[in-house]
Structure formats: C-alpha cells, structure tokens
C-alpha cells in the first residue's frame, strides 16, 4: 500500500495547561479514566506550540468581522490568502463573512491530548505580587499590612503537574499545502519543508505555562511513514508503573516502523526497550524520518 501519512506516538516530561480559573484559584486540565484523574495537555494546546514553534503562524493574518452583532476574530482566507502559499492556514480555518460565503478547510495535521502516564497529585502553589505592592506602597506613603487592597496585594494559587505524558500526531500526506476551497496547491518542495517544519516542532518542543519555560522533547518516539492516515501507535503505547509495554509496540514495529529512545532512566524497563524494540537514537530517528518525507515528495 502507498503511504499516505505519516504518524508519530510521543513520551514527553511537560506540564499541564489549565483549565477555566475560579477567583484566585488556577486548576490543570484533568481526564477521568479507570476511577483516577490524570493530568492533560490539550491538543488544541499542543496544537497551538507546535504551530508557533514550526513557524507555521509567522504569516498569520486576522480579520474581525465587525458586521456581525457578536464579533468574530478568524483567520483571514480568500483567493490570495490560502492554504497553498499560507502556512498559518494548513492548521485548519472556518472563514465566514457576514455577506458572501463560507469557506471550511480541516486541518492537513491532528493531534491528540497529552494524557500523563501516572494519576494526577494535587500540588497546590501559592503566590502573590508582594514585591510589587510593596513597591507601590512605598511611592504612596501606604502600608501593605493595612492597606493591602488599596496596594493591590493579590495573593493566587494553582495546582501544578509536571509529569510523563503520551501524545500522537498524524500528518496527512496528500492533504499538506492543498486548498479544495480554491484549487490551489503548493508545489512539492513547499510541501516538504511544511512537514519537516512539525517534524523538527516536535523533536525539539518547548511549552511555556505560568511563567514556567518547558522542555518536552521526547523521550521515547514510535513511527513513521503510514499507508493509514491514523494514530497508529495511539493504542499501542502505554505505561505501566513507569515500565513501557513492549508486545503491542513489537507487533506493530514489524509493520515497517521505528523507534528511539532517551535513555534517561525515566522509564524503568529501559534494558528491556533496548532488547526487545531495538530504539535508535533521539537524533538518528528524526533525521531518518527527514529523509523518508523529502523521498516521498521527491517521487
């Protein structure tokens, strides 16, 4: 079978984004699966880091429809703003004008959430900006004791998560740099260096989260080029006790992908890994699977 996508299972150390705020109190984003509560990155966050750090949103452009009576910020799409010569749009967009059509195009590229591998422990943190109201205390003649509110003293928590967690991402192959909407297509060397703009996003990820600046590099990859546009490994990869599952893994390898590990002694069966799946390094796999894409649209 042609290949058709290509697919990637990811273990990564990041932290949490957050949910909706109650008052002064910050909440991850939690999933509720087998009785326990696990802390999640969304994939519409992961999404947006990887966009941003592909440079995929360095040509975005906006447009408020200020003609309807609840304004719409979108992303601006017509016949010279398109997925063909926009990288901002292979993302995805609904364009909708208030007077003329509608234009729809799903995105060539889907992610899922960031789910940990342990149940999620509250960690609560406790701050305030107690060095900015005192600084503002003393320009004011106020005391920060007494006059905590007319200083502006907030104190604020939130729970924080730092943990293991797995995601994939698919990129669909024929859907890269097209525009149905427009019949416009990008030529094949602009298709390549878009996949290998997430590809290098995802090897070398960065998150940023209530100040906090966040490696999520893998530590563990599973795929490759697929002729199934899925997650393939989304099902296969788990964790166990900080101890990957290795069979439903193995089988799938056989179907003619590859892995990597770091060995950084996060996962505890790292030995076994080694044995069993014989990984590659971090570095080698990415550049193996940059050479695979820029084959493929060299056909």
Do not use: W
Not at 146 to 168: F, M, T, V
Not at 254 to 269: F, H, I, K, T
């Amino acid at each position: 079978m042609k290949n058709k996508a290509l697919t990637l299972t990811v273990i990564a150390n990041m932290t949490s984004n957050y949910g909706e705020t109650l008052g002064n109190i910050s909440s991850v984003q939690k999933v509720f699966r087998g009785g326990k509560e696990y802390a999640t990155r969304s994939r519409e966050s992961l999404k947006n880091a990887i966009c941003v750090q592909s440079g995929f949103y360095d040509d975005l452009q906006t447009k408020v429809d200020s003609e309807k009576e609840r304004k719409v910020t979108q992303k601006l799409v017509n016949e010279e703003i398109n997925a063909s010569n926009c990288r901002a749009l292979e993302g995805g967009y609904m364009f909708t004008k208030s007077k003329g059509a509608t234009y729809i195009r799903n995105s060539s590229f889907y992610l899922t959430d960031a789910v940990a591998t342990e149940p999620f422990i509250n960690d609560a943190r406790f701050h305030n900006n107690l060095y900015l109201a005192t600084n503002y205390a003393k320009a004011n003649n106020l005391n920060v004791q007494n006059n905590a509110k007319d200083c502006g003293l907030n104190p604020y928590q939130y729970e924080y998560d730092k943990s293991s967690k797995i995601y994939s991402l698919t990129i669909d192959l024929e859907k890269i740099g097209k525009d149905e909407n427009f019949g416009a297509e990008a030529d094949n060397a602009e298709k390549c260096e878009r996949v290998i703009a997430l590809i290098n996003a995802v090897e070398n990820l960065s998150l940023v989260v209530k100040g906090n600046l966040d490696n999520a590099e893998p530590i563990f990859v599973v795929g490759g080029l697929s002729p199934r546009k899925t997650h393939i490994f989304e099902n296969a990869v788990s964790v166990s006790g900080k101890r990957l599952i290795i069979e439903p893994i193995k089988e799938k390898l056989a179907q003619g992908y590859s892995c990597a590990l770091m060995r950084n002694g996060e996962l505890s069966n790292e030995d076994e890994i080694v044995r069993e799946l014989n990984p590659v390094s971090m570095t080698e796999f990415f550049e193996n699977l940059r050479g695979q894409v820029k084959e493929y649209f060299s056909e």
